[in-house]
């Protein structure tokens, strides 16, 4: 992305601290924030900050920098007291031959943050990042301007890093069978097979392999049977002969020697140094002292916002509450080995499958008793979102590394798939989200496709919508005659493959069509949830779901 030919008028710049929850105003009266080309850019100096652009919440950690449009209204909490924002106030022109022409805004993405390097954006602010500022000079304003230029051009060249993931395709290729392998190490791979998954030969496919990973892909195939086997033999007593097949090893003795080769150690031997019941103690949203084990994978999930967040983590719970979703989500695939719990946290079912850890969000009150004598039994806080819910669960089981990887890979997909619709829609338009099950009709506050929508894509909830979720509903039931009072700029229709046929015939459907013409989006149900697995497919089919023919 190219800023040179843009001219960058400072019009205001300070830097405050941050109180528990605060308004963020001008501290300008000679700026009229209401200029529909003023743009505001925050830095946040510190961690533990939270944004509300609209009422929808963005965490920002040290060095997070983001553009807000001048429509839009936000705050700032933390629960921390030191915590500080930068905050430049500026124009945006376009520069031709003598003559400045007001436009916009940069060529940035708004409403998301661009996650600098805070050491990096510490050299380019000087001192200003070290000691608050009231009023500034003319020549003082002049420097902040320079400095204002070099941000926007490290935010820019990190959107140029996004694009370029378009150029990596062998390598992507690759990297989809390491997950594979991680996922199905337990199965018989040959590296004919993986080849054929990237669709190369076995030496090119070997060769970018290594480049990769570091290791051939047999080498890196044993260590990760070997690293599970280590697992296994830390938290069970287990005979070898099950766990080198558990592991995908038929025979016990070649287990044995590759386990010896890799790790110096017999795996008996190896049982008897590590073999312990380690612990850690967490903190559960009930605020009870909860102590689980250390690197627990034998775990029951009770809940939507466990489940996909457990497997992109790259454990597969014992058993789930599967028995509503297990054909809604895109993953279902994924879900054949999980016993099904039913829908809430049934301790009769749970108690057969015995866990060493419960990941609860959906649970009956007099059930938790039982659940408790069954196993380390945690509750999730219904109110996490996305990243803040994966990287709890990820740090309970020791899995924070998986979690910021799959979170940058997440992010890098945003700005990429942003620009692919830039003449789709208009950042900070409104857009509703309409779930029709059956015949009665719902719409969604900030949950499942919704989240999608506003917290990555840079949409508004209109103003019916935003009072929902203001009131903290994740949706609520609407009679037919009520649905133009939560009309959007775009309106997503969420039904079933059967009634998504039938749409034209569908009274409910045909009134949403005539709300906004030409801005109605038809997805199947199946989208609409909120975690990390359906979120991360779901950017890879929007750019198709816009560019299918609307009504």
């Not at 940069?106 to 990042?129: D, H, I, M, R, W």
């Not at 594979?180 to 970018?208: F, I, K, P």
């Not at 007593?237 to 080769?261: M, N, T, V, W």
């Not at 906004?516 to 609409?528: E, I």
């Amino acid at each position: 992305m190219n800023l040179a030919p843009l001219y960058i008028r400072l019009q205001y710049y300070d830097r405050f601290q941050v109180d528990q929850m605060m308004p963020v105003i001008s501290h300008n009266e000679g700026v009229n924030y209401n200029e529909k080309n003023f743009c505001t850019l925050l830095i946040a100096l510190s961690h533990d900050i939270r944004l509300y652009v609209d009422k929808i919440a963005i965490d920002l950690r040290q060095g997070s920098c983001i553009l807000v449009l001048p429509v839009q209204s936000y705050t700032v909490e933390s629960t921390n007291n030191e915590a500080q924002l930068a905050r430049f106030t500026f124009e945006t022109f376009e520069v031709e031959e003598l003559t400045l022409n007001k436009v916009a805004h940069p060529p940035l993405l708004y409403g998301y943050p661009y996650n600098l390097l805070f050491s990096k954006v510490k050299q380019v602010l000087g001192n200003e990042a070290n000691q608050f500022c009231s009023s500034l000079s003319t020549l003082e304003m002049t420097m902040m301007q320079g400095r204002l230029q070099l941000i926007l051009g490290m935010m820019a060249h990190l959107d140029q890093q996004a694009t370029q993931l378009q150029n990596e395709e062998k390598i992507n290729l690759v990297q989809q069978t390491v997950q594979y392998m991680e996922q199905h190490y337990d199965e018989d791979l040959t590296v004919e097979q993986l080849a054929n998954m990237a669709g190369m030969v076995r030496w090119q496919y070997s060769q970018q392999f290594k480049i990769l990973t570091g290791k051939k892909p047999t080498d890196y195939l044993a260590h990760l049977r070997i690293n599970q086997a280590k697992e296994l033999l830390c938290n069970s007593a287990e005979p070898l002969r099950k766990i080198s097949r558990q592991i995908g090893f038929k025979d016990e003795s070649y287990f044995s020697r590759c386990f010896h080769k890799l790790t110096g150690n017999t795996p008996r031997e190896y049982a008897n140094i590590h073999f312990h019941n380690q612990q850690k103690t967490v903190i559960d949203s009930l605020g009870r002292e909860i102590y689980v084990p250390k690197d627990a994978t034998s775990i029951v999930t009770a809940g939507t916002d466990t489940l996909g967040e457990l497997l992109v983590l790259g454990i597969s719970p014992l058993g789930a509450a599967i028995s509503i979703m297990k054909n809604q989500v895109i993953y279902h695939n994924k879900l054949r080995n999980i016993h099904n719990i039913g829908y809430w946290a049934d301790p009769e079912k749970i108690s057969e499958l015995q866990p060493e850890l419960l990941l609860v969000s959906n649970y009956r009150a007099q059930d938790l008793q039982d659940l408790d004598a069954i196993a380390p039994t945690v509750i999730l806080n219904s109110k996490f979102r996305l990243f803040e819910r994966l990287r709890y669960i990820a740090k309970l089981v020791e899995r924070s590394k998986e979690a910021e990887k799959w979170i940058t890979t997440y992010e890098d997909k945003v700005r990429l798939v942003r620009r692919q619709l830039a003449d789709a829609y208009v950042t900070g338009e409104t857009a509703t989200v309409y779930l029709k099950l059956g015949e009665k009709l719902y719409i969604m506050g900030q949950k499942g496709l919704a989240a999608t929508l506003y917290e990555s894509l840079g949409f508004r909830p209109s103003a019916k919508v935003k009072h929902l979720i203001e009131k903290g509903q994740a949706w609520i039931e609407i009679q037919q005659h009520q649905m133009n009072h939560y009309v959007g700029d775009h309106n997503f229709i969420l039904a079933s493959p059967q009634e998504l046929q039938k749409a034209t015939h569908c009274p409910q459907i045909a009134t949403i069509t005539t709300l906004t013409p030409g801005k109605n989006h038809f997805m199947d149900a199946t989208w609409n949830y909120d975690d990390p697995i359906t979120r991360g497919r779901l950017l890879e089919v929007l750019p198709y779901i816009f560019k299918k023919k609307t009504m």
